[in-house]
């Protein structure tokens, strides 16, 4: 109960009580010896472990039902919405049509699905233009953006664990993608 000679913790203390096999007046009192520091709380716990428990406990009436219900649509009133997700709603057609909406390749698309791309290198202009394909909000999108882990977008089977790479910038997945050099300065002007 005690590491290497000293005294127990009180949290020791209590659960070695708890655990008694005689929890009678006896054991009790060799607590109380062994340990006056933990007096109160030895007690206090005494009396929570001999505190009869009653089976036969009445339902609750109509009144206290209607209480405890309404309380709880109270708090549940209280707790924040769960964020919305707009890349979740879409579909891989959804995704095909938003792909030709902004006149990239969809492997552009997949990125940024994928998150894969860095929030503050994308356009203004074209995260708008994007929100609006996705028929969502600008805010929507950006918080989104930092809330989801990304290693289980996919299902593959895989060998061994996926990771989440780096993101990178939205100009780089664009010359990844093959963009051609007018198209990318038009994009990254904001321009559709």
């Given amino acids: 109960m005690s590491p290497a000679g000293g005294r127990p ?27 006056p520091e933990y007096a109160e709380d030895i ?26 219900d309404a309380a709880w649509l109270q708090h549940a009133k209280a707790m924040p919405a769960a964020p919305v997700d707009p890349f979740a709603a879409l579909t891989v057609e959804d995704w095909r049509i938003v792909a030709k909406r902004l006149g990239v390749p969809r492997q552009v698309v997949t990125a940024l699905r994928e998150r894969r791309v860095s929030l503050v290198s994308i356009p203004q202009g074209f995260l ?3 929100a609006e394909a996705m028929r969502s909000s600008v805010a929507q999108l ?27 910038t939205f100009e780089q997945v664009l ?9 990318r300065t038009g994009l990254m002007e904001g321009a559709n």
């Fill in 9 to 35: 913790s009180r949290e020791s203390v209590l659960d070695a009580f708890a655990v008694e096999s005689e929890p009678g007046r006896s054991t009790l009192e060799r607590y109380l010896r062994l340990y």
């Fill in 43 to 68: 007690i206090d716990l005494s009396r929570e472990l001999s505190r009869e428990i009653p089976e036969d406990v009445a339902p609750l009436s109509a009144a206290d039902q209607a209480l405890i």
């Fill in 128 to 130: 708008a233009t994007l």
């Fill in 142 to 168: 950006e918080a989104s953006w930092g809330s989801t882990q990304l290693a289980g977008v996919r299902s593959y089977k895989a060998d061994s664990k996926p990771v989440v790479g780096e993101q990178v």
């Fill in 175 to 183: 010359i990844d993608a093959g963009v051609s050099p007018e198209r």
